[in-house]
């Protein structure tokens, strides 16, 4: 069969932070279209955005939106992509998913493309995006584990608020200018919305992303436990995860800890691997203070690594420093990118 030029796509979300993401980077990577279809909550419906000289009206997304879509986007919620996407694969496009939904599905790979690309060919008709955090550390980590196996990854997060959605950020702000007034803070949002209590974020750290689970660990915790495993291919490595959010806008920093599999392991080892790794940046040289923090990674689409450093006690463990924009790679970008390996490789 020959393969098309051009294809037709849907995203799911277009308003949203991520969809607005997706539709620039598809622009920029000059992503071979035929026909964009933007999709909304009816609230937004109507609404019109350019794309490229085009101007394009949004449309409420339903199950008959995706007739003649090759490849739909979706990035509007668990319950909307639960609803939806099954629907999409109905009339024959191909699903890559930016919620939580199918993560763990058995059925469905889950894919860093820089990690587990070849998975993606193994999809009945829906393809899942990690959660964000779990999108860097494998990235950075995967390189490592071919060329001297991890058994063990302890990892502490430090989350930007932006992963909370739109208005988590402009409560920051506001909280901020109450602070700063001497007012007190208002918090309706985080740490998370649903959850009983609230407390402010300017200022302050949240040990809490998501709700707690009875294992004391909260689901954004557990995301990254079970994702790293299934995308690792690996269900004995031992993850251990604690999520923290901080009051900084864009791109989530990670402490880890990592155990290596074989002896006399030394960092130049580990930098050598880091500097040929696929979508990996390795800013590492202390005496020149040299290493990434969320500014200097915001917009970019690369996972940035420093701080590598041999544990003083155990001669198998290394400490990483891993950074990257939550928006870019840990969402819009991971997503298109899934959807170019599906074109390049034929295997829609």
Not at 72 to 82: C, Q, R
Not at 130 to 142: D, H, R
Request: a negative charge.
């Amino acid at each position: 069969m020959t393969q098309k030029t051009a294809y037709n796509i849907a995203i799911v979300g277009a308003t949203g932070a991520v969809g607005q993401k997706i539709m620039q980077l598809l622009e920029e990577k000059n992503f071979p279209i035929n026909e964009l279809k933007l999709l909304s909550s009816k609230r937004s419906a109507g609404k019109k955005v350019l794309f490229g000289t085009k101007e394009i009206t949004i449309e409420e997304a339903k199950p008959e939106s995706f007739a003649g879509v090759d490849i739909a986007l979706f990035s509007a919620g668990g319950s909307v992509s639960k609803e939806l996407a099954p629907e999409a694969v109905k009339h024959g496009a191909v699903v890559v998913d930016n919620t939580s939904a199918y993560r763990m599905d058995e059925n469905v790979p889950l894919v860093v493309p820089e990690v587990n690309n070849e998975d993606i060919a193994n999809h009945k008709g829906i393809i899942a995006n990690p959660n964000c955090s779990t999108i860097q550390m494998v990235a950075a980590l995967k390189p490592i584990k071919d060329t001297f196996g991890i058994n063990r990854i302890i990892v502490s997060t430090y989350q930007a608020v932006s992963g909370a959605g739109a208005q988590a950020t402009e409560e920051l702000k506001a909280q901020a200018q109450q602070f700063l007034n001497g007012e007190e803070m208002e918090a309706n949002l985080l740490p998370v919305t649903g959850d009983k209590r609230h407390y402010p974020i300017a200022f302050n750290a949240l040990p809490q992303i998501d709700v707690f689970g009875e294992n004391g660990y909260t689901f954004e915790e557990m995301k990254m436990i079970n994702e790293t495993k299934k995308i690792m291919h690996d269900e004995k490595l031992s993850v251990a995860a604690t999520c923290v959010r901080l009051p900084f806008f864009t791109s989530h920093a990670e402490s880890v800890y990592i155990e290596v599999d074989k002896d006399d392991v030394t960092v130049a080892d580990l930098w050598k691997v880091l500097e040929t790794a696929d979508g990996v940046v390795l800013q590492d040289d202390p005496g020149a203070q040299l290493y990434p923090t969320p500014l200097s990674s915001a917009d970019k689409e690369d996972v940035f690594v420093g701080r590598v450093r041999k544990d003083l006690d155990n001669p198998r463990g290394f400490h990483l420093w891993v950074v990257s924009d939550n928006l870019l790679k840990g969402a819009a970008w991971n997503t298109v990118q899934i959807a170019q390996s599906l074109i390049k490789n034929n295997w829609l």
